[in-house]
């Protein structure tokens, strides 16, 4: 079993998200066979736990799976050249670093959008707490208030 998981995945769940986000969802039967279970090509659910258990933004640990796999990929990185064929492995890393950063900013993004609170602007006037206390809110020009 090197990639045991749950098949088909439920993309309900967050491991099944991340499959889908990590583009892991094809999966073989595992030998000897069991019920509800696949060999995918990635991860096994148990890695994807692991990741999730690191990160709660399933973005940023799909992005840290793929750190994991581009330092794989640096290790085994290779050039070979034997007559007309020539196999260069050196820039699958890099690559996969850059898919990783891809899912690190998104997860930013999903964060930043996620965040609630206010934002104080300077619009070149002050209220005074005479005006803020007679004048309903509703009421305020929002040019002179907290946005």
């Known amino acids: 079993m ?3 998981g749950v098949a088909p995945p439920d993309f309900s769940t967050t491991t099944g998200q ?3 986000l990590a583009g892991d969802t094809y999966y073989v039967e595992l ?3 069991v019920s509800g279970q696949g060999d995918y090509t990635l991860f096994a659910d148990a890695e994807i736990a692991a990741y999730l258990a690191l990160e709660s933004n399933v973005y940023r640990a799909v992005g840290l799976a793929y750190l994991g796999l581009a330092n794989t990929a640096a290790r ?3 050039a070979i050249r034997d007559y007309d064929l020539q196999v260069d492995s050196r820039q699958k890393a ?5 898919q990783a950063d891809a899912f690190f900013a998104e997860a930013d993004r999903v964060e930043a959008a ?3 609170g206010f934002q104080i602007v300077n ?3 002050r209220l005074t707490r005479q005006e803020l206390a007679e004048t309903p809110i509703a009421d ?4 002179y208030f907290i946005v």
Not at 140 to 143: G, N
Request: proline share 11%; charged share 30%; hydrophobic share 35%.
């Open 76 to 78: 085994e990185a290779e």
């Open 18 to 20: 991340f499959r889908l």
């Open 31 to 33: 030998v000897p066979p």
């Open 2 to 4: 090197a990639n045991a």
């Open 114 to 116: 996620g965040e609630t």
């Open 94 to 98: 890099e690559q996969l670093r850059a």
């Open 123 to 125: 619009t070149g006037r």
């Open 140 to 143: 305020l020009d929002p040019h």
